[in-house]
């Protein structure tokens, strides 16, 4: 049942809703996230406020929080922070995937705080940070996953695309967990060569356990971007998933590095202009309301 207060997902009749599944939140005041400091463009804070004014007309009726790389001593502090946020009425977000390190000493300890917590949807570790190759592949970090999905929780992953076979082999070690391939698979569209991932692309939605997120892609796009360079890229993520297994991500604000979440959700528009309206609502909203059960 929808919380009270929380916008109904038809909000703007006649208007595609719009389910953001990758909504990023940071208030430098309360969190630190150590890869900022790489990152001067984006550091400072960005409350509900500025994603508000981001978001305005675009009738972004719920969202799912994403995880921000917190420093791994604050990861209580920031669940703590969107759960609250998630049981507010003054605000549309109606869940969360926080951070985790699997494999790590007290892991089970920090998720068993959550079993229970319908909010928390799963947990991202993103592994292009400071993880070597393969990292996702150790014992422990498999059985962690492993574990995840016992305790009905999905993980994120967040990989560089040469290293999607990786995530393959991870997927296919854990077959009772629910997985989010992010951003596309990181594939840059600038990449002249994507045979690689293409391969390593069917191979995660020949599991029927891994859904794609359509999102991050502008990022990593060139200056002066055009909705056609990203195409390509999207719409074999959408050819390869297909219509059932695709869900719309802003990935604000890291996505103002080359684009206003506006320009971003008019680009993916753009593509998707001669699909179905059924497939576009499926990927817009309709399936992050079904897999995350809204």
């Given at each position: 049942?929808?919380?009270?207060?929380?916008?109904?997902?038809?909000?703007?009749?006649?208007?595609?809703?719009?389910?953001?599944?990758?909504?990023?939140?940071?208030?430098?005041?309360?969190?630190?996230?150590?890869?900022?400091?790489?990152?001067?463009?984006?550091?400072?804070?960005?409350?509900?406020?500025?994603?508000d004014?981001?978001?305005?007309?675009?009738?972004?009726?719920?969202?799912?929080?994403?995880?921000?790389?917190?420093?791994?001593?604050?990861?209580?502090?920031e669940?703590?922070?969107?759960?609250?946020?998630?049981?507010?009425?003054?605000?549309?977000?109606?869940?969360?995937?926080?951070?985790?390190?699997?494999?790590?000493?007290?892991?089970?300890?920090?998720?068993a705080?959550?079993?229970?917590?319908?909010?928390?949807?799963?947990?991202?570790?993103?592994?292009?940070?400071?993880?070597?190759?393969?990292?996702?592949?150790?014992?422990?970090?498999?059985?962690?996953?492993?574990?995840?999905?016992?305790?009905?929780?999905?993980?994120?992953?967040?990989?560089?695309?040469?290293?999607?076979?990786?995530?393959?082999?991870?997927?296919?070690?854990?077959?009772?967990?629910?997985?989010?391939?992010?951003?596309?698979?990181?594939?840059?569209?600038?990449?002249?060569?994507r045979?690689?991932?293409?391969?390593?692309?069917?191979?995660?939605?020949?599991?029927?356990?891994?859904?794609?997120?359509?999102?991050?892609?502008?990022?990593?796009?060139?200056e002066?971007?055009?909705?056609?360079?990203?195409?390509?890229?999207?719409?074999?993520?959408?050819?390869?998933?297909?219509?059932?297994?695709?869900?719309?991500?802003?990935?604000?604000?890291?996505?103002?590095?080359?684009?206003?979440?506006?320009?971003?959700?008019?680009?993916?528009?753009?593509?998707?202009r001669?699909?179905?309206?059924?497939?576009?609502?499926?990927?817009?909203?309709?399936?992050?309301?079904?897999?995350?059960?809204?």
């Amino acid at each position: 049942m929808q919380k009270k207060g929380k916008p109904v997902l038809d909000a703007a009749p006649g208007s595609l809703p719009i389910v953001d599944t990758h909504q990023h939140l940071w208030d430098l005041n309360k969190l630190r996230l150590p890869w900022l400091s790489g990152a001067p463009r984006l550091n400072r804070t960005y409350d509900l406020r500025d994603y508000d004014e981001a978001t305005r007309g675009l009738n972004v009726v719920r969202t799912v929080y994403m995880e921000v790389d917190v420093a791994p001593e604050q990861q209580v502090e920031e669940a703590e922070y969107v759960l609250d946020l998630c049981r507010r009425a003054d605000n549309r977000m109606g869940a969360a995937v926080i951070s985790g390190r699997p494999g790590k000493p007290g892991f089970r300890e920090y998720i068993a705080r959550y079993k229970e917590t319908k909010e928390i949807k799963g947990i991202r570790q993103v592994l292009h940070g400071g993880t070597p190759r393969g990292y996702c592949l150790e014992p422990g970090f498999v059985k962690d996953i492993q574990h995840l999905g016992e305790l009905g929780k999905s993980f994120d992953i967040c990989i560089r695309s040469a290293e999607l076979e990786d995530a393959v082999k991870l997927v296919e070690q854990c077959p009772g967990t629910r997985f989010i391939l992010d951003h596309c698979g990181n594939m840059s569209p600038q990449e002249p060569d994507r045979t690689r991932w293409e391969s390593d692309l069917k191979r995660l939605a020949a599991r029927p356990n891994v859904v794609c997120k359509v999102s991050g892609i502008v990022a990593s796009a060139r200056e002066g971007w055009k909705a056609a360079d990203l195409a390509p890229v999207i719409n074999t993520v959408l050819q390869t998933f297909g219509p059932e297994r695709v869900m719309f991500g802003g990935d604000w604000p890291v996505c103002t590095l080359r684009a206003s979440y506006g320009d971003w959700v008019t680009a993916l528009k753009e593509i998707v202009r001669n699909r179905p309206a059924a497939e576009q609502r499926k990927l817009f909203a309709d399936n992050a309301v079904r897999f995350y059960g809204l």
